[in-house]
């Protein structure tokens, strides 16, 4: 058995309520009350605390997941977004929080302003893979939509979505069109990834010459509902029986890369990917990357040669590792000599702050060539 901390239900329970039954994650021993001693030690919702007032088994539409860490004003205004632009009647549907050790009162401010969410509390950040398998792992609902905690949806885009998903039984993972506050294009469906494409984003020569958001499609190129490889991952809408098929996230992912992988993962399972250009989604971007910006933009690329090693071997997965070991070293050493130039040899190494100026940290680096 687990220590205490690790897995811990609680909950405010009816009396009455005889028990959740499930043979997948088993959060009740089928007796009637709440009985708070009982912790299993496996399953997707270990490490975190469920708050709930009331356990309801009963099948719903859609669950919306958001993973939140220390976003506060953001997950509200994105819980906001989603009760004023419902997918349909609002029984029909349910949002669990996931939230990753915050401390700046995000699961407070949730239970003040949204009671009806669902929360699921864990005392560290667990990052955006494994803390979706714990709202998969609670969902009610026979679509799950995976939603970045700075996302404003758009009046009738879950609509939307849903009635699509619900006439195209093929489809397993859906997304719609990105865009950014002022209400400019933003990448939204993109290739799988691949080294000769991956050179073109480190060389800069695929902006330069594909323009931006290479290695995402362009708004030129994003204006036709069309099946793709994979989709931006603020807005993922998916068919949970499929991600029930294919075993969830996976939690190797800690952070980026996940899309590809699911996408890839659905494929081989003869699931397709959509992408619907005529709804939309304003997303703020990388409002908690950016508090750790440095580790974030190393955790990118660590991301990648994980999915270079799954899909393409050892082989591929370090020569990646050689190619953005090349470009940081290049690029810290232009840095450095720019440093000189000026007559000071403080060396460019991750100052305080989400400073682009801050991008080369050793410690990043060595953990890089680690995984």
């Not at 799954?310 to 232009?334: D, E, P, Q, T, W």
Request: charged share 15%; net charge positive; hydrophobic share 40%.
């Amino acid at each position: 058995m687990k220590p205490p901390g690790e897995y811990l239900v609680i909950g405010l329970l009816s009396l009455f309520h005889t028990g959740f039954r499930n043979s997948n994650h088993n959060c009740f021993n089928g007796k009637p009350g709440f009985n708070p001693a009982f912790r299993p030690n496996h399953g997707p919702l270990r490490h975190g605390i469920l708050l709930e007032l009331i356990v309801d088994t009963s099948i719903l539409d859609l669950t919306i997941i958001i993973v939140n860490w220390n976003t506060r004003q953001l997950l509200l205004d994105t819980l906001a977004s989603v009760y004023a632009n419902p997918p349909g009647d609002p029984a029909s549907f349910e949002i669990i929080v996931v939230d990753n050790g915050s401390t700046d009162g995000s699961l407070a401010a949730v239970i003040q302003h949204f009671p009806q969410v669902r929360q699921i509390a864990n005392q560290a950040n667990r990052g955006f893979g494994p803390a979706n398998n714990q709202g998969l792992a609670i969902a009610r609902g026979r679509y799950s939509l995976l939603l970045n905690s700075d996302v404003i949806v758009q009046p009738g885009s879950l609509a939307r979505v849903l009635g699509f998903m619900e006439n195209n039984p093929g489809v397993g993972l859906c997304g719609i069109q990105v865009l950014n506050p002022d209400g400019s294009f933003q990448g939204s469906y993109a290739p799988y990834l691949n080294l000769w494409r991956e050179l073109l984003v480190v060389s800069g020569v695929g902006r330069r010459l594909l323009k931006r958001p290479y290695p995402s499609y362009r708004a030129d190129q994003s204006q036709t509902t069309r099946p793709v490889q994979t989709i931006q991952g603020a807005f993922m809408f998916a068919r949970t029986a499929a991600l029930r098929e294919i075993g969830w996230l996976d939690e190797q992912f800690f952070m980026y890369g996940e899309e590809n992988d699911l996408s890839q993962r659905l494929e081989r399972k003869g699931w397709q990917t959509y992408y619907l250009a005529d709804t939309s989604i304003i997303h703020l971007g990388g409002q908690s990357s950016r508090k750790n910006w440095t580790k974030m933009t190393w955790q990118l690329q660590k991301s990648k040669v994980l999915l270079f090693r799954k899909y393409y071997g050892r082989r591929v997965a370090l020569g990646f590792k050689l190619l953005i070991s090349l470009a940081v070293l290049v690029k810290y050493g232009i840095a450095q000599a720019k440093q000189f130039g000026r007559s000071s040899l403080k060396p460019v190494i991750a100052p305080p702050g989400p400073t682009r100026q801050g991008w080369f940290s050793w410690s990043e680096f060595r953990q890089f060539w680690s995984i």
